[in-house]
């Protein structure tokens, strides 16, 4: 006989049937609760809520796992380059090499945007923050490409194969583009000879004049950065993009939500959030001590520690460490900062109220570093985040357009308002 669960309120009972995935995680599945019971769950935060079936990207938070379509985070962080490893979220399988070719050759013609988008960064502020313009020119791209965003899921689905390279290839347009607007430095066009990571730092900081070169360390720790972050299971921004896609937006559309909800401090905004804690702490002249003392009394909050999911250590966090010192190693250089983030490490693994806790530092901890070593501005760090995790977005988008049940996402609540009240005349208040 299958597994079930038994629920018992008062002299009734219900049983609800065990749902077990590949990798022997379970969860009773109460899709028929309300209507058998009357009652729902409460689960503030969805800590314990599965919200989808997923084939895409799997962790074991206790055993530090992460594995995209069965591959470990380590094998392809040592082996494969970003563009691989987003075919392979997106499709499901690493490409041949016929397909690995088409594949980068979609996104190499795609480099450039419409010209009529240039004027899209005349109407920002200088100092707007380049999470909130790449989230409105993501969401214009599919204006520009409108029959692959029509909002008729078969058809935007069709067009999949087409739009998928395309978002890839833009957003690092864009979020360059970005940056120089906000500099008023002209704009670079891309270079299709280029490598993904080398092309972006080239419309970055080359001039009219002088074309910018990156390194092979550079441009191998961006790409490393990218590939880290390509996805990452049910995070607040990813179940963002299932959420809006469930309602039968288009990608481009459900993308931009994710980039919103990226931007939060807690989420995507923690790796700003650590380099401004880090050097906050090197102008106070603090060793971390103090700082990880604030934080135990909780009027400060250690950025780029904690997790919702991995509760011994972030497989990611582990890799950017490394890279981090291996990267200023190779330039050449010697960060205070480094030095500051790796006694905090240190200090918060032997101190109690962080391993009551099980807060180890997450994949933010290192990434600011990293970036900061490779020459990127700080407020660029979220966007290059966005960029990294559009493949994960992509792959959930199409999940839920074609694999879902096709309902729309639409949760309850426990609602603690006033209870029923008679509408008092405007004179009488
Ligand atoms: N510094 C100090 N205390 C912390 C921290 C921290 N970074 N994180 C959690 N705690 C404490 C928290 O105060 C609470 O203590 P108590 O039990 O005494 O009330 C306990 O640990 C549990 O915390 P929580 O807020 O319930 O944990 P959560 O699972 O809701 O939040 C988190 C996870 C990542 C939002 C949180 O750990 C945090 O805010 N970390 C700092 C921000 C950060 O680095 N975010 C990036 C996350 S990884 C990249 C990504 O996926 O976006």
């Known amino acids: 006989m299958s597994e079930e669960a038994k629920l018992t309120i008062g002299d009734n009972s219900w049983s609800f049937p065990i749902i077990e995935g590949t990798e022997g995680e379970k969860a009773i599945d109460t899709r028929r609760l309300r209507n058998e019971t009357g009652y729902i769950t409460y689960d503030d935060g969805y800590g314990n809520t599965g919200s989808c079936q997923s084939s895409i990207s799997f962790i074991d938070g206790e055993k530090g796992i992460l594995r995209h379509r069965g591959y470990g985070i380590e094998d392809l962080a040592a082996n494969a380059r970003f563009l691989e490893t987003a075919y392979l979220i997106i499709y499901g399988e690493l490409p041949s090499q016929d397909e690995y070719a088409a594949f980068r050759g979609l996104v190499h013609d795609n480099t450039q945007i419409h010209v009529g988008m240039e004027n899209h960064f005349d109407g920002f502020p200088l100092d707007s923050h380049p999470m909130a313009i790449l989230a409105a020119l993501l969401n214009s791209l599919g204006c520009y490409y409108p029959d692959l965003a029509t909002n008729d899921r078969d058809q935007d689905l069709e067009n999949f194969d087409t739009a998928a390279p395309l978002a890839i290839s833009k957003v690092r347009t864009l979020a360059a583009m970005t940056y120089r607007m906000k500099m008023g430095m002209p704009f670079i066009y891309p270079d299709p000879k280029l490598l993904y990571s ?93 700082f990880i003392e604030a934080a135990k009394r909780k009027e400060a909050r250690l950025m780029g520690f904690g997790h919702r999911v991995y509760k011994n250590f972030d497989p990611r966090a582990k890799i950017l460490g490394e890279a981090c010192t291996r990267v200023l190693d190779e330039l050449g250089m010697n960060d205070p900062l480094l030095d500051i983030a790796h006694r905090l490490e240190q200090a918060a693994l032997e101190d109690r109220y962080f391993i009551e806790r099980r807060l180890y530092p997450n994949v933010d901890f290192y990434s600011g570093i990293l970036l900061k070593a490779i020459g990127i501005p700080v407020e660029m760090y979220t966007v290059l985040f966005a960029i990294g995790r559009l493949p994960g977005w992509l792959a959930n988008w199409r999940e839920v357009a074609s694999v879902g049940d096709g309902r729309i996402h639409r949760p309850r609540q426990i609602y603690t308002g006033s209870t029923k009240r008679d509408y008092v005349a405007l004179e009488e208040r």
């Open 198 to 290: 080398q092309n972006f730092l080239h419309m970055m900081f080359s001039t009219p004049y002088e074309k910018f070169e990156a390194s092979d360390t550079v441009a191998h720790a961006l790409d490393l950065f990218l590939l880290l972050h390509a996805d990452h299971e049910q995070n607040c921004s990813t179940s963002t993009v299932r959420m809006v896609a469930s309602g039968g937006a288009n990608l481009f559309a459900s993308v931009s939500a994710g980039v919103s909800a990226l931007w939060g401090p807690l989420h995507g905004g923690a790796n700003m959030a650590v380099i401004r804690m880090l050097e906050s702490i090197h102008k106070d002249g603090d060793d971390g001590s103090r």
